[in-house]
C-alpha cells in the first residue's frame, strides 16, 4: 500500500463512511501501523513441507483430544 492516505480517502467514500477531520490524521496512522505489522506475517518465510493443523483446538494444553 503506497499511499495510505489516498486509500482512506477513496475507501471512505466508497463505503460512505464519514470520517471526521479531526480523526483523519489519526485513522491514517492507524492504518499505517496495521500495514506495517501485516506485512511482517505476510513476509516471514515459511517452508514448504509445512502442514496446517486438521484441528484448531485452542486448549490444546489441557486437551488433547479433538471436539468434532
Same mark, same amino acid.
Given at each position: 500500500?503506497? !499511499?495510505? +492516505?489516498?486509500? &482512506?480517502?477513496?475507501?471512505?467514500?466508497?463505503?460512505?463512511?464519514?470520517? !471526521?477531520? =479531526?480523526?483523519?490524521?489519526? &485513522? *491514517? +496512522?492507524?492504518?499505517?501501523?496495521? /500495514?506495517? *505489522? /501485516?506485512?511482517?506475517?505476510?513476509? %516471514?518465510?515459511? +517452508?514448504? @513441507?509445512? =502442514?496446517?493443523?486438521? &484441528? %484448531? !483446538?485452542?486448549?490444546? @494444553?489441557?486437551?488433547?483430544?479433538? !471436539?468434532?
Amino acid at each position: 500500500m503506497n !499511499n495510505i +492516505s489516498e486509500y &482512506v480517502a477513496q475507501t471512505a467514500q466508497l463505503i460512505d463512511l464519514p470520517i !471526521n477531520p =479531526e480523526y483523519r490524521e489519526a &485513522v *491514517i +496512522s492507524n492504518l499505517e501501523q496495521i /500495514a506495517a *505489522i /501485516a506485512q511482517l506475517i505476510t513476509e %516471514f518465510p515459511l +517452508s514448504d @513441507k509445512i =502442514e496446517i493443523a486438521p &484441528v %484448531f !483446538n485452542p486448549d490444546w @494444553k489441557t486437551d488433547s483430544t479433538p !471436539n468434532l
